[in-house]
Each structure stands twice: as C-alpha cells, then as structure tokens.
C-alpha cells in the first residue's frame, strides 16, 4: 500500500511538471519528446486533418515518431500531406481516409477501418469543425444550425466511434478541441460557434468525469485554442493575442504530449485571459471578441 502510495505521488508530481513546462516553453517541451521519439510505434487519428491546425498537429505528430490515420474531406490534400512526410519520416506508417463528418455513419465507418488497419489507435483527436456562424434572428438560421451539427453533433459521434474503441481496447486518449470562445456567451458572428464549442467542452468532461467514475483507463483533453493565424481565416482583420499556425500548433500538441485534462493555448495569455472572462462583465467581455 505504501510503495503504490509513493509511485501515484511520485507519477502525479511527474505529470504536473511535464504540464508545466509544455505551458510555459511549449517548443522546448516538444524538442525533447523529439529526441525521446516519444510516438514511436503509436497511432494517433486526426479529423480535419488537410488543412489548418489538424495539418499543423500531423505534422507534429509525424515528427514525433507516430503513425498517422488522417482523415478530411479533401483526398488531394490528405495525400499531398502522406506523400510529403513520409519522405520525410520514412519509418512512419500514413494512412488516409476521406471523410465528411456531417455523414454520422461514415465517421463510424473510417474510425474502425483505421482501428482494423492499424490494429490499435492510442490517441484521437476531435478537430474536424467550422466557424461559420452569423448573428442570431439575421435570418441565418440555417448557417448557425449547419455550425452547431458540424462542431457538437459530429464531434459527439466521433466521440462515440474513438470511446467505442478505446473501450474495447481498455486504453486510449480522447482529445478535443474547444475554443477560447467556449468560456463565456459571446456576440455577433460568435454566438453560436462559441455556443457549440462550450457544447463540445461539457461533453468531453463529462466523459472524463465518466472515465473517473468508472476508473477505466482513458485519457481526456479539452484544448481551447486562442486567436490562431491559419489559412481559414487568412483574410481576417488582426485579433487580440493572435498567434501564427507554427506557434499555436506547437503549444496545442505539447499541452496533449503533457495529457492535460484541460488547457488553453498557447497558455500566456490565454489561461489568465479564460480566467478573467468566467469572471468579468459581459460589456468587458465583449471588448476581447
């Protein structure tokens, strides 16, 4: 009883410095986990994989030494991604499936492949999603319903596909990736995106908390990204503590490299700006958006 008291202590001590750090120096984190390579022989499936932070992770990913199970809706750029790293990374194995996460059942489908393919997956991450959303009573309902489907409702049936396996295997990680906007409501163009971003966060604890309470094995990450320069929002006017794709992917795979329960990256300044938004009055709120 004494030395498993020790060893959870000693673990629990581990597990808080690695977060630590993957907060504070995210690049320097991953530098090490480089040279450990820390993925080897492990499989991680990422969603929203052709473009934008779900590329920027896979390519983390892939220099980490994982396998990958890529998949999105665009085939071209998913195989341009797979040819390119693994010329890169010739000891890594890249699969790739196309995907449309608004076809419930396809997500189903691709999942199990990938499992069958594979034969283990030990990390999912949940990041296929859209920002599209409008001001409510605009007459844009059916922009704001399309929104909502595609980042809570597609993201709890790949919840249930990655549960579903991770379950049968008595292990895994389940990552999501919420949203700044998740913390508190928000306006404009923000409503309903926000509204389906914190959707996504509660469900994601609540599976931890489940995981908790059934003590079965199985990590879960919610990551709230802060403002991060990609090529979907390009054209867009400069935002508050925005980041470019290179310096918000690295801190978004550290803080899961680090298995935190929870996170928002990169850290400085969103961790203290997510505290003060719980907290401070809307009027001020509404300023950072």
């Known amino acids: ?12 001590a581990k597990q808080s410095k ?13 530098q090490g986990l480089n040279k450990q390579q820390v993925g080897r022989g492990k499989t991680v499936l990422i969603t929203g994989a052709s473009s934008g932070l779900g590329e920027g992770m896979a390519r983390l990913f892939a220099k980490l030494g994982y396998n990958l199970a890529i998949c999105a809706r665009r085939a071209e750029r998913l195989e341009r991604l797979q040819i390119e790293l693994m010329a890169e990374y010739p ?8 995907l449309d996460v608004s076809d419930y059942d396809s997500i189903f489908e691709v999942f199990n492949t990938f499992a069958a393919d594979f034969g283990h997956i030990d990390r999912v991450v949940v990041n296929a999603g859209i920002g599209d959303s409008r001001r409510i009573g605009k007459g844009r309902f059916d922009t704001n319903r399309r929104t909502v489907e595609i980042n809570f409702i597609s993201a709890l049936a790949q919840c249930e596909a990655a549960m579903t396996i991770f379950r049968a295997q008595n292990s895994g990680h389940l990552v999501v990736i919420s949203s700044m906007s998740a913390m508190r409501g928000l306006p404009k163009h923000l409503t309903a995106y926000g509204a389906s971003k914190a959707g996504l966060a509660h469900l994601a604890e609540g599976i931890r908390a489940d995981m908790l309470l059934t003590k079965l094995p199985i990590q879960v990450s919610t990551i709230y990204p802060g403002y991060v320069r990609t090529e979907i929002n390009t054209n867009a006017k400069p935002l508050p503590f925005e980041v470019d794709a290179e310096t918000g ?6 803080a899961i490299e680090a298995k935190v329960n929870e996170a928002c990256v990169p850290s400085l ?12 009055p809307l009027q001020v709120v509404n300023k950072v958006s």
Request: positive net charge.
């Open 1 to 12: 009883m004494k030395n498993t008291l020790i060893n959870l202590i000693t673990k629990s």
């Open 18 to 30: 690695d977060q630590l750090f993957s907060a504070i120096q995210p690049a320097r984190y991953l």
């Open 91 to 98: 000891d890594i194995r890249i699969e790739y499936r196309v």
């Open 249 to 254: 992917t690295k801190a978004i795979v550290a």
């Open 269 to 280: 300044p969103w961790s203290l700006v997510g505290q003060a938004m719980k907290h401070l």
